[in-house]
C-alpha cells in the first residue's frame, strides 16, 4: 500500500529525492500550492483527501464565542494515519474522518491541468516530499509544513 513506504527503517537515501533535487523551491512551492487549491476544492465538497500519511478532512469542532456559548463549526484538518503515529511514536489527539465522508486520492492529471507540470513530476514531487516528511519523522527532526 501507499503508505507503507513512508515508514522508514532507514534514512532517506538522496537518490530516493531525485525529482526534488531537480526542482527549484519556487517550483516545488508551485506544485504544493496547485496540491493544496485541490484539496481546499476537496474539502469544500465534503470530500477527505488521503495523501499516503495523513489525509485533510474537514471535522466538526467547537468555537468558544461568548461566555459559555459554544457555537458548532467545521474545521479542516490533517490527520495522520495511525500506522505511521504508532511506528514513529507520535503523540497526538485522537481525531476521526466524519462517518460518511467519502476518501479521496488527488487526481494528480487534475491538478497537472492546473500547473505547466506533466502529472508524473508532480505526483513524485509530492511522494518525495512526503518521504523527506517521513524521513524527518524518523531522525525526530523539526518539520514544519505551511498550508494556507
Given at each position: 500500500a501507499e503508505m507503507q513506504k513512508y515508514l522508514l527503517y532507514n534514512s532517506v537515501e538522496p537518490e530516493e529525492l531525485s525529482t526534488l533535487r531537480e526542482l527549484s523551491t519556487t517550483e516545488i512551492c508551485k506544485i504544493w500550492s496547485a496540491m493544496s487549491r485541490h484539496i481546499y476544492k476537496q474539502l469544500l465538497q465534503k470530500k477527505a483527501v488521503e495523501i499516503g500519511v495523513g489525509s485533510f478532512a474537514v471535522v466538526?469542532?467547537?468555537a468558544n464565542v461568548a461566555e459559555g456559548k459554544v457555537l458548532p463549526v467545521e474545521r479542516p484538518m490533517f490527520i495522520l494515519n495511525k500506522p505511521l503515529k504508532m511506528f514513529y511514536s507520535l503523540e497526538s489527539e485522537e481525531t476521526k474522518i466524519p462517518e460518511g465522508?467519502?476518501?479521496v486520492q488527488p487526481d494528480f492529471e487534475a491538478i497537472a491541468a492546473n500547473t505547466h507540470f506533466r502529472h508524473e513530476i508532480l505526483e513524485q514531487c509530492?511522494?518525495?516530499?512526503?518521504?523527506?516528511?517521513a524521513g524527518a519523522l524518523r531522525d525526530n527532526k523539526e518539520v514544519e509544513f505551511?498550508?494556507?
Open positions: 466538526p469542532a467547537q465522508t467519502p476518501v509530492v511522494q518525495e516530499t512526503l518521504l523527506s516528511f505551511t498550508f494556507r
